[in-house]
């Protein structure tokens, strides 16, 4: 007679490094240091950004990690952990 073992597989968890970085840059003044880092901008107000990263969506097969308006622009950040050769195309989805 077999006994049948527990066979489930545990699946990898792939955005983790995404929630971490999602973590550490929700925080407005954290942001903000990314912000100016990216573009040369010397702000010092948290409170000038408006962070409006969609959760889920349901409706769309896209999202971001970070998304906020500062100075009346929208800003999209989004966590690359590994290398891709076609990252400049894939920018092209968010023109």
Not at 14 to 20: A, E, L
Not at 72 to 78: A, D, G, I, T, V
């Amino acid at each position: 007679m077999q006994t049948k073992e527990n066979t489930a597989s545990v699946t990898p968890n792939r955005t983790y490094k995404s929630r971490i970085f999602i973590m550490i840059f929700g925080d407005e003044k954290n942001l903000l240091e990314l912000y100016n880092a990216m573009t040369g901008k010397h702000y010092t107000d948290p409170k000038l950004l408006t962070i409006n990263t969609l959760d889920n969506a349901i409706y769309m097969s896209m999202k971001n990690d970070l998304s906020f308006l500062i100075d009346s622009r929208l800003s999209l950040y989004e966590h690359q952990s590994t290398y891709s050769p076609n990252l400049p195309l894939r920018f092209l989805l968010y023109l």
